[in-house]
């Protein structure tokens, strides 16, 4: 990039008010119909959940395993691929299914590797503990999308940056910082100013340019500047809503995909998984409010128009649930589960193989290999469903090179329809 | 590398000394510091004597040279040398020094999340702040008394307030409700060994009856030895037959995958059972069960395990003594610390190409006897720190770190925020820009718990942030010094002019005292008449029309947008 470029892109900004011609072009294609992202909603329940409260529906009757009151349920076209439901304390769960399961795969027996609460959400968000490496919204946001406004929204729940932290925006003090409420020039003021700090940047950038320096921070600095006019220019359709609460983070959410502003969001699922007491009621309780949330915000998505002019925006939006770990198989003297390191997730949406269960559990609780050609449990497999391969899946879908970021790990690929 | 010529008496600076004494040794012999490895290397591109000053005092002080130190320096009357020795004994360093330990003890929180019943709600702010920098004031204090860092690890003492010594039960010296942090011992007996014998630390690194004090171990080892297990090439290979304690037990001492770790780690984790687990719950039991030193503990260890204490495969008797003794005598401690220090200096991600450098501020860290101060002083002089750009002489390796600029922490903000204008975002005490995880965090900083290092990208977010600080903080140089009457001794931005004379009958005025802003604001030595005082003249004007004539509040535009320009942001 020359300095040519720089003073294009400055020139641009201060003469056009701060609307740059990029700026334009990315909602264009978002609306017009040229652009074909894929969308990823993660979302994370935490504390860890109790699998066999929804998605490990085989443990009943079992002396090893403590399952609450409920009942299972067919979702998919094979007999084995249930949920397990109490329909009188959490009748969300059957409400979801019943919409969504044919778009729903349910992953079980993902070993996890720890019972730390910090390490566990460390390895399900990013495949990893102690690596410093980017979560998988972020590997996605700054590998498909790091032109967008606000690439990946980090509206609640855990957030791992690495060294990938510009893509990521915090939804609650983004709102505060673009909309502040005390002193700020108004937007005469605003635009003398703008001129001539761009004036000074130019001044910085051709300096270092004589410098020898190219690339690198030079471009990095034009492009957060250019970005940062972007987003005071859009002050107005970026508002993502002073709602707090699972659904309306969510609607926030959906409303970042589908005006072209980011590609991936992370939010908290609603209540405290971490039950060492009273482990039923509390995990029942979240789950009902965790699913009830979850209807809004999938209706939602079936019910939006896509970017691409065909299809809903939930053909191209897939909803992640996740969770640090999973909990004991038996309940404690306190009526609560501990930590147990083998834990489920579950997927919603475009590229996903629904109506489906992978992977399960023992009679006690222990992860089991599986065939990573048909994704069931295998006893005669080598290989282990743990997060790295989930991650991976996940990478392929957004149509990233999975094995560049996680040389080695297979992809669980069962969990994928590409056709889709 | 090149060895190093062992350095006379003079430059040790050992407090008892006579002054005149100390005098005329530095002027008879030659300092350690005054041929800094790696300078006058022809390689790079070095920042002129004002830019210098500028980059020194941002990284050293969080602020911005004296109008008259860059005078000095312009004129040639102060050496940048000169000014590296009086930043190095300001408070300002020492506040930064708690940031700068930080970024590896992770300890700084705004919360505590257990033992409610405790203490008073209203109190929780205050008891984070001092719970979190315990271990971050030991860093402090050994500077600042100049004791070698190796007590990090061995101070037979702690520090602290009169707030961290009633909520874990230390004797304080000072009075009642005192802030300063004072030497000071724990009341139950326990044997002091610098951080790792701090309640504080492992209020911050739990652990549990599943984790055994591992996690704790490793952060032991990552913190002092830049050890961090987690980040270790292992190949696993196992599944436990029932998930049962024994199993775990049994790979951890057996299953070569999980030895590659804990062959070392488990030998740490032996000298940890005098400690408690948790913390758990809200109950002043909970915090009574957590709060005790067993010293009995390591006996129990032994018997439970059937294993004994080590260090890295050396034998040890499991005290938290002989730890510190291992990790002080450890060569990874001063190679980590110089290491650490020059990441921090030059923003970069430090790593095997730099250690011939390394190597070379590790041998000046050493020969100083772990003096913080020597080892900082020698990494501000090497031609690296300075750099802004490379000579064909550089190779790929060391260009990789040299930047046309350093990009200003949300921590560095804070404080030149309040050096140049007075005021803070957020309390006096705890301003936002550095307590604050909500605005920290889009600026690039991070809260320890799920951000854990910091990130250096321009990002809109980061300049947003940055937008909104210099509105607040030129909003309440408005209120405070253009619409109050504070006598003109507690004014800071307003020195030469009132704010409130026109700006066409008072031109000259009005322009010096612009000119005077643009010295302290960007190092630049810039006149009343320069094209640059001119423009930001005019712009004062242009916003006297568009507020309506009001003088003071076309001040405070002009004072934001100053605040704004990126060479406050890049240094």
């Given at each position: 990039?020359?300095?040519?470029?720089?003073?294009?892109?400055?020139?641009?900004?201060?003469?056009?008010?701060?609307?740059?011609?990029?700026?334009?072009?990315?909602?264009?294609?978002?609306?017009?119909?040229?652009?074909?992202?894929?969308?990823?909603?993660?979302?994370?329940?935490?504390?860890?959940?109790?699998?066999?409260?929804?998605?490990?529906?085989?443990?009943?009757?079992?002396?090893?395993?403590?399952?609450?009151?409920?009942?299972?349920?067919?979702?998919?076209?094979?007999?084995?691929?249930?949920?397990?439901?109490?329909?009188?304390?959490?009748?969300?769960?059957?409400?979801?299914?019943?919409?969504?399961?044919?778009?729903?795969?349910?992953?079980?027996?993902?070993?996890?590797?720890?019972?730390?609460?910090?390490?566990?959400?460390?390895?399900?968000?990013?495949?990893?503990?102690?690596?410093?490496?980017?979560?998988?919204?972020?590997?996605?946001?700054?590998?498909?999308?790091?032109?967008?406004?606000?690439?990946?929204?980090?509206?609640?729940?855990?957030?791992?940056?690495?060294?990938?932290?510009?893509?990521?925006?915090?939804?609650?003090?983004?709102?505060?910082?673009?909309?502040?409420?005390?002193?700020?020039?108004?937007?005469?003021?605003?635009?003398?100013?703008?001129?001539?700090?761009?004036?000074?940047?130019?001044?910085?950038?051709?300096?270092?340019?004589?410098?020898?320096?190219?690339?690198?921070?030079?471009?990095?600095?034009?492009?957060?500047?250019?970005?940062?006019?972007?987003?005071?220019?859009?002050?107005?359709?970026?508002?993502?809503?002073?709602?707090?609460?699972?659904?309306?983070?969510?609607?926030?959410?959906?409303?970042?995909?589908?005006?072209?502003?980011?590609?991936?969001?992370?939010?908290?699922?609603?209540?405290?998984?971490?039950?060492?007491?009273?482990?039923?009621?509390?995990?029942?309780?979240?789950?009902?409010?965790?699913?009830?949330?979850?209807?809004?915000?999938?209706?939602?998505?079936?019910?939006?128009?896509?970017?691409?002019?065909?299809?809903?925006?939930?053909?191209?939006?897939?909803?992640?649930?996740?969770?640090?770990?999973?909990?004991?198989?038996?309940?404690?003297?306190?009526?609560?589960?501990?930590?147990?390191?083998?834990?489920?997730?579950?997927?919603?949406?475009?590229?996903?193989?629904?109506?489906?269960?992978?992977?399960?559990?023992?009679?006690?609780?222990?992860?089991?290999?599986?065939?990573?050609?048909?994704?069931?449990?295998?006893?005669?497999?080598?290989?282990?469903?743990?997060?790295?391969?989930?991650?991976a899946a996940l990478l392929t879908l957004a149509g990233l090179d999975a094995n560049e970021i996680l040389p080695g790990e297979p992809v669980f690929s069962p969990l994928l329809d590409m056709g889709a | 590398m090149s060895s190093r010529t062992p350095q006379p008496l003079g430059f040790k600076r050992r407090i008892?000394?006579?002054?005149?004494?100390?005098?005329?040794?530095?002027?008879?012999?030659?300092?350690?510091?005054?041929?800094?490895?790696?300078?006058?290397?022809?390689?790079?591109?070095?920042?002129?004597?004002?830019?210098?000053?500028?980059?020194?005092?941002?990284?050293?002080?969080?602020?911005?040279?004296?109008?008259?130190?860059?005078?000095?320096?312009?004129?040639?009357?102060?050496?940048?040398?000169?000014?590296?020795?009086?930043?190095?004994?300001?408070?300002?360093?020492?506040?930064?020094?708690?940031?700068?330990?930080?970024?590896?003890?992770?300890?700084?929180?705004?919360?505590?999340?257990?033992?409610?019943?405790?203490?008073?709600?209203?109190?929780?702010?205050?008891?984070?702040?001092?719970?979190?920098?315990?271990?971050?004031?030991?860093?402090?204090?050994?500077?600042?008394?100049?004791?070698?860092?190796?007590?990090?690890?061995?101070?037979?003492?702690?520090?602290?307030?009169?707030?961290?010594?009633?909520?874990w039960g230390i004797d304080y010296p000072g009075p009642e409700g005192g802030s300063e942090w004072m030497k000071c011992h724990y009341m139950d007996g326990r044997p002091h060994s610098g951080v790792l014998s701090m309640q504080s630390f492992y209020f911050r690194y739990d652990s549990t009856a599943a984790n055994?004090?591992?996690?704790?171990?490793?952060?032991?080892?990552?913190?002092?030895?830049?050890?961090?297990?987690?980040?270790?090439?292992?190949?696993?290979?196992?599944?436990?037959?029932?998930?049962?304690?024994?199993?775990?037990?049994?790979?951890?001492?057996?299953?070569?995958?999980?030895?590659?770790?804990?062959?070392?780690?488990?030998?740490?984790?032996?000298?940890?059972?005098?400690?408690?687990?948790?913390?758990?719950?809200?109950?002043?039991?909970?915090?009574?069960?957590?709060?005790?030193?067993?010293?009995?503990?390591?006996?129990?260890?032994?018997?439970?395990?059937?294993?004994?204490?080590?260090?890295?495969?050396?034998?040890?008797?499991?005290?938290?003594?002989?730890?510190?003794?291992?990790?002080?005598?450890?060569?990874?401690?001063?190679?980590?610390?110089?290491?650490?220090?020059?990441?921090?200096?030059?923003?970069?991600?430090?790593?095997?190409?730099?250690?011939?450098?390394?190597?070379?501020?590790?041998?000046?860290?050493?020969?100083?006897?772990?003096?913080?101060?020597?080892?900082?002083?020698?990494?501000?002089?090497?031609?690296?720190?300075?750099?802004?750009?490379?000579?064909?002489?550089?190779?790929?390796?060391?260009?990789?770190?040299?930047?046309?600029?350093?990009?200003?922490?949300?921590?560095?903000?804070?404080?030149?925020?309040?050096?140049?204008?007075?005021?803070?975002?957020?309390?006096?005490?705890?301003?936002?820009?550095?307590?604050?995880?909500?605005?920290?965090?889009?600026?690039?900083?991070?809260?320890?718990?799920?951000?854990?290092?910091?990130?250096?990208?321009?990002?809109?977010?980061?300049?947003?942030?940055?937008?909104?600080?210099?509105?607040?903080?030129?909003?309440?140089?408005?209120?405070?010094?253009?619409?109050?009457?504070?006598?003109?001794?507690?004014?800071?931005?307003?020195?030469?002019?009132?704010?409130?004379?026109?700006?066409?009958?008072?031109?000259?005025?009005?322009?010096?005292?612009?000119?005077?802003?643009?010295?302290?604001?960007?190092?630049?030595?810039?006149?009343?008449?320069?094209?640059?005082?001119?423009?930001?003249?005019?712009?004062?004007?242009?916003?006297?029309?568009?507020?309506?004539?009001?003088?003071?509040?076309?001040?405070?535009?002009?004072?934001?947008?100053?605040?704004?320009?990126?060479?406050?942001?890049?240094?």
């Amino acid at each position: 990039m020359d300095r040519r470029h720089f003073l294009k892109h400055l020139s641009a900004a201060a003469a056009g008010g701060l609307c740059t011609p990029s700026f334009h072009r990315m909602f264009a294609w978002a609306q017009q119909g040229q652009d074909n992202p894929h969308f990823f909603m993660f979302v994370f329940a935490q504390g860890g959940w109790d699998i066999t409260q929804v998605f490990e529906s085989d443990k009943e009757g079992l002396q090893t395993v403590d399952v609450p009151t409920g009942q299972r349920t067919q979702f998919g076209s094979n007999v084995t691929d249930t949920f397990w439901n109490d329909p009188m304390g959490r009748p969300a769960v059957t409400q979801f299914f019943q919409n969504f399961g044919d778009r729903t795969a349910i992953l079980n027996g993902v070993f996890v590797r720890t019972l730390s609460h910090d390490l566990g959400r460390e390895t399900v968000m990013t495949g990893s503990t102690g690596m410093n490496k980017a979560d998988w919204p972020t590997q996605i946001a700054a590998r498909k999308a790091s032109d967008r406004l606000l690439p990946n929204l980090s509206l609640s729940g855990p957030n791992f940056p690495g060294n990938l932290g510009g893509v990521t925006t915090s939804g609650n003090t983004f709102n505060r910082l673009l909309f502040p409420s005390g002193y700020s020039p108004d937007t005469e003021v605003e635009n003398r100013m703008e001129s001539y700090l761009n004036e000074k940047l130019n001044g910085l950038l051709g300096e270092a340019m004589e410098m020898g320096h190219e690339g690198g921070r030079v471009e990095e600095l034009d492009r957060g500047y250019l970005r940062f006019n972007e987003i005071k220019e859009a002050r107005n359709t970026l508002n993502l809503g002073g709602g707090g609460g699972f659904t309306n983070q969510g609607l926030s959410a959906v409303g970042a995909f589908q005006n072209g502003i980011s590609v991936t969001a992370t939010l908290r699922a609603p209540g405290g998984y971490d039950t060492h007491g009273d482990n039923d009621a509390q995990q029942g309780n979240n789950f009902q409010n965790t699913f009830m949330g979850l209807n809004q915000i999938v209706t939602e998505l079936a019910n939006r128009p896509g970017t691409t002019g065909t299809g809903s925006l939930l053909d191209q939006t897939t909803v992640c649930l996740m969770s640090e770990f999973g909990r004991t198989p038996r309940l404690n003297g306190g009526n609560g589960k501990d930590h147990w390191p083998v834990t489920s997730m579950m997927f919603v949406g475009a590229g996903i193989n629904g109506g489906k269960v992978f992977g399960g559990t023992d009679e006690r609780q222990n992860y089991r290999n599986v065939d990573y050609s048909t994704g069931l449990p295998d006893d005669s497999s080598s290989i282990e469903l743990a997060t790295p391969n989930v991650g991976a899946a996940l990478l392929t879908l957004a149509g990233l090179d999975a094995n560049e970021i996680l040389p080695g790990e297979p992809v669980f690929s069962p969990l994928l329809d590409m056709g889709a | 590398m090149s060895s190093r010529t062992p350095q006379p008496l003079g430059f040790k600076r050992r407090i008892h000394l006579p002054i005149w004494m100390a005098i005329v040794a530095c002027l008879v012999f030659q300092p350690v510091n005054a041929e800094p490895p790696l300078s006058d290397t022809g390689k790079y591109e070095l920042l002129p004597d004002t830019q210098y000053a500028v980059r020194l005092a941002v990284d050293l002080l969080g602020a911005h040279p004296t109008v008259g130190d860059l005078e000095a320096i312009a004129g040639g009357t102060l050496t940048t040398d000169e000014l590296i020795e009086r930043y190095l004994d300001d408070e300002r360093f020492y506040h930064r020094l708690l940031w700068i330990a930080n970024d590896f003890f992770l300890t700084e929180r705004t919360d505590i999340p257990f033992f409610q019943e405790t203490f008073d709600d209203e109190m929780e702010e205050e008891l984070a702040a001092s719970v979190g920098e315990e271990p971050l004031r030991l860093f402090q204090y050994l500077v600042s008394h100049d004791l070698p860092m190796t007590e990090l690890a061995t101070a037979p003492y702690t520090v602290a307030d009169s707030t961290l010594a009633k909520f874990w039960g230390i004797d304080y010296p000072g009075p009642e409700g005192g802030s300063e942090w004072m030497k000071c011992h724990y009341m139950d007996g326990r044997p002091h060994s610098g951080v790792l014998s701090m309640q504080s630390f492992y209020f911050r690194y739990d652990s549990t009856a599943a984790n055994k004090q591992r996690g704790r171990a490793n952060h032991i080892t990552r913190i002092f030895l830049d050890d961090n297990h987690f980040q270790r090439n292992v190949s696993l290979e196992f599944r436990l037959a029932n998930n049962r304690e024994s199993d775990i037990d049994n790979a951890v001492r057996y299953n070569p995958g999980c030895l590659a770790c804990h062959a070392s780690l488990e030998g740490i984790v032996g000298h940890l059972q005098a400690v408690q687990l948790g913390p758990v719950g809200e109950s002043t039991q909970e915090f009574d069960d957590f709060n005790v030193y067993s010293h009995q503990g390591i006996e129990r260890w032994q018997l439970i395990s059937e294993r004994v204490p080590s260090y890295y495969g050396r034998p040890s008797d499991g005290k938290l003594t002989t730890l510190g003794k291992y990790l002080a005598n450890d060569p990874r401690f001063s190679y980590t610390m110089a290491k650490r220090m020059l990441a921090a200096m030059v923003q970069g991600l430090v790593d095997h190409r730099e250690r011939e450098l390394i190597v070379e501020l590790d041998q000046i860290f050493r020969d100083s006897e772990f003096r913080l101060k020597d080892l900082i002083r020698a990494i501000v002089k090497t031609d690296l720190y300075r750099a802004i750009g490379v000579t064909e002489e550089a190779s790929e390796d060391e260009a990789r770190l040299v930047q046309p600029f350093r990009v200003i922490t949300p921590e560095q903000m804070a404080t030149l925020g309040y050096d140049l204008t007075g005021q803070t975002w957020g309390s006096k005490a705890r301003p936002s820009l550095e307590y604050d995880p909500s605005y920290k965090i889009p600026a690039g900083g991070y809260d320890g718990i799920i951000i854990d290092k910091r990130s250096h990208a321009i990002t809109p977010m980061l300049l947003l942030t940055y937008q909104r600080h210099a509105e607040a903080i030129a909003d309440d140089v408005y209120d405070f010094e253009l619409r109050g009457d504070p006598p003109s001794s507690e004014k800071t931005v307003f020195t030469l002019a009132s704010g409130k004379e026109d700006p066409v009958q008072y031109q000259t005025l009005v322009k010096t005292q612009i000119s005077q802003m643009c010295k302290r604001f960007y190092g630049q030595m810039v006149g009343p008449s320069s094209v640059e005082v001119g423009e930001l003249y005019d712009l004062l004007l242009d916003f006297k029309n568009d507020d309506n004539g009001s003088v003071t509040r076309a001040w405070r535009d002009l004072l934001s947008l100053m605040l704004r320009d990126p060479r406050i942001y890049f240094y």
